[in-house]
């Protein structure tokens, strides 16, 4: 994993991307204990000058990865390894890779959505996976509920809250 | 309280333990496990994507590790 985020910090470092959080089963498990996950979901905040009005383009970020050998396999790309999903952020994942956790993967920067962002993009998605992993990060990690309420509320997700 | 919860169980070197202990223990596993820095986290989910492999005769685990059996 220590290679594929390198990569993915050459596509920052490029201007490619502006920025970038692990979400996902790989962020979940970084404050609970493993279970069984596949793709590593990175939510990106795309360059401004590959964002149009209502459209994202994402081809230069593949066109460079697919420049250093890496190739698809179905919706994911694999990078040293590993099938990475890149997902454009809205509005609410802008604010979770804006205040991610900056971490040191084997001596290699990036960062992780904290548990309160997991948590609010989870409850929007709200299927039984979705619901499982949530379950994990109130049993396992500290969930703050003020800041998660918080972050609800301001996303109009507030009756959300009723799925916990 | 649940009376089953008093059930007293008998654990390896004769320790024993009610129902209900047995719960907070496993609970207190799964908490402990969840504190483990996130290097040797991601080589665990790496041996349980190798476990399921064998189990569904499907190669999708992450080709990132070689040595990940002692993690487990």
């Not at chain 1, 590959?50 to 990865?65: A, H, T, V």
């Amino acid at each position: 994993m220590k290679k594929t985020l390198k990569i993915i910090n050459q596509l920052k470092k490029k201007g490619l991307i502006e920025d970038y959080t692990i979400g996902g089963g790989i962020a979940t498990i970084f404050y609970v204990e493993p279970f069984l996950t596949y793709d590593l979901d990175i939510f990106i905040i795309p360059s401004k000058k590959e964002r149009r009005k209502n459209l994202i383009l994402l081809s230069p970020i593949f066109d460079y990865l697919e420049d250093q050998g890496y190739f698809w396999s179905g919706e994911h790309i694999i990078i040293e390894g590993m099938p990475v999903q890149f997902i454009p952020a809205d509005k609410l994942e802008e604010e979770a890779i804006r205040k991610a956790k900056e971490i040191s993967y084997e001596k290699v920067k990036t960062k992780v959505m904290t548990p309160e962002y997991l948590t609010s993009i989870l409850l929007r998605a709200g299927r039984k996976k979705d619901m499982e992993k949530i379950e994990k990060l109130f049993q396992q990690a500290k969930v703050d509920m003020k800041k998660l309420k918080g972050i609800l509320r301001r996303h109009g997700l507030s009756d959300k809250i009723k799925l916990l | 309280m649940n009376k089953n919860d008093e059930i007293k169980i008998t654990m390896k070197s004769n320790r024993k333990i009610t129902r209900k202990e047995l719960f907070e223990e496993k609970e207190l596993f799964h908490k402990q496990r969840a504190k483990l820095p996130f290097e040797q986290k991601i080589r665990m989910l790496v041996r349980l994507q190798e476990i399921a492999d064998g189990i569904k005769k499907k190669r999708r685990a992450w080709k990132i590790f070689y040595k990940t059996s002692k993690e487990l």
